[in-house]
């Protein structure tokens, strides 16, 4: 069951045996704790010789290691996907989808949906107008080597998660009213302080046309117009936004790109690497929460940066202007003060310097493609220079005290916003905000057949 309209259906789906220890199978994205190798450790130790998901994916922690040993970690998890497939490990539930509630450490429930997109409905380049896009850029050196461990892959796990700009909470939310008359398939708390998970199974035609007639409404010309205030001839409809595992499924894109070379028209429709199994989440949902990411450079001249800074805006013919403070405190009250529409405001530290570039009507919807715009130029005219992406002002703090350094305070993106700037500005820049803590991202536990 699926409409041509918006790119969703339903998807055969595996999920693990019922007599399985679920707490061992479900482990976080692969893209978690990449500088950890310890936390990829302990987990390792926990699940010991049970069935875990934990052997079918390739934490990305191991990307760095040399050819010979990364091949062969890649060559165990496509045996252990065959030796699970083969010996029942896994069942499938035919034609599905999957209503999910997520207790994390932060909040008490994040609802979301498992089903199947099409990905010839998906472009991650900047400026697509597909049905399902990137929210940030998508860099593809980091491609190639997910595409080594998907490309001999008997079936696919996903950390996507696709967001909808839903308020009026009609497609996903309203599932919560139906748990009495679906199937709770599992039911169990996560490892390493994951939260709890409940899943439900949705296979009733009644219920599935629900939720794709919710979808088409979201994209109705109507709404995107009333919605948005932009011209749906010149902008085409987004139903879904990247919010995690941008790369994950920017990947899958590629595999089938390079699959369906092979294959004639007939073929290109019904295979199933044609399709990615993700999770919906809606960007209204209470239990979602953006957090900023804040940057810091190293080996600058701070004052020297900030007046380049300056003249860089200045060529682009936008008014801007430096407020010194004397400490980060008076820093965000400057910034209340200051803060109005068609204004950014750049707040930055260096030693003991505080203060704020005010830039006038800006080129970008967002701040941080503002600052990013200038800082993708400054480092590559000065490869002496390093950048790093961090959470938390404290750090900002700690390290831009430091001689040489330089930080800048971002604010939190409100969510609201996420699906018009997209829409406007095309894909944000990399690291524009964070959904939640790591421990609080995807936990592997459906799966999908991706071979014939």
Request: aromatic fraction near 8%.
């Amino acid at each position: 069951m699926k409409s041509e309209k918006i790119g969703a259906q339903v998807a055969d789906i595996l999920i693990p045996r019922s007599d399985l220890n679920f707490y061992k199978w479900a482990v976080v994205a692969c893209d978690q704790y990449t500088s950890q190798p310890e936390y990829w450790k302990e987990v390792d130790g926990l699940v010991g010789e049970d069935y875990s998901t934990l052997r079918l994916v390739l934490p990305e922690v191991y990307l760095q290691e040399k050819k010979e040993k990364k091949e062969k970690r890649i060559e165990s998890i496509n045996q252990a996907m065959e030796a699970y497939l083969k010996k029942g490990v896994l069942v499938e539930k035919k034609s599905a989808m999957i209503y999910l509630d997520r207790q994390t450490s932060q909040n008490d429930s994040r609802q979301g949906l498992v089903l199947a997109v099409d990905l010839e409905k998906y472009d991650y380049t900047r400026g697509s107008q597909t049905l399902i896009r990137a929210t940030e850029g998508t860099i593809l050196d980091r491609i190639p080597p997910r595409l080594q461990v998907r490309e001999k892959a008997s079936i696919e796990l996903p950390h996507i998660m696709l967001l909808i700009d839903d308020p009026e909470e009609t497609v996903i939310e309203s599932l919560s009213q139906k748990i009495d008359e679906l199937e709770k398939i599992y039911d169990t708390d996560l490892m390493m302080k994951g939260g709890h998970l409940t899943g439900y199974l949705i296979q009733r035609e009644g219920v599935i046309d629900q939720i794709i007639k919710g979808f088409e409404k979201l994209i109705d010309p109507d709404v995107f117009l009333k919605k948005y205030e932009v011209d749906p001839r010149k902008y085409k409809p987004l139903l879904f936004a990247t919010g995690d595992g941008n790369h994950s499924l920017a990947t899958a894109k590629a595999h089938w790109d390079n699959v369906k070379k092979n294959l004639n028209k007939k073929e290109k429709e019904s295979h199933p690497a044609r399709l990615a199994l993700v999770e919906v989440v809606n960007v209204h949902d209470q239990g979602l929460e953006f957090e900023p990411i804040h940057r810091v450079l190293f080996h600058v001249q701070p004052n020297e940066m900030i007046k380049d800074m300056q003249l860089y805006f200045t060529k682009q013919g936008l008014e801007n202007k430096i407020i010194l403070t004397d400490s980060l405190v008076e820093t965000k009250e400057r910034l209340r003060e200051l803060n109005q529409e068609n204004r950014h405001l750049l707040a930055f530290q260096f030693q003991d310097q505080h203060g704020i570039l005010v830039i006038n009507e800006p080129v970008f919807n967002l701040s941080v493609a503002t600052l990013q715009d200038y800082l993708d130029r400054f480092l590559k005219q000065n490869s002496e220079s390093e950048i790093d992406y961090v959470h938390g002002e404290e750090i900002v703090n700690n390290l831009s005290s430091k001689k040489g350094n330089i930080g800048f305070y971002l604010p939190a993106m409100d969510k609201n916003d996420l699906f018009k700037t997209v829409i406007l500005d095309g894909s944000l820049p990399r690291k524009t905000f964070s959904m939640g803590e790591a421990e609080e991202k995807r936990f592997y536990f459906e799966a999908r057949k991706i071979i014939k």
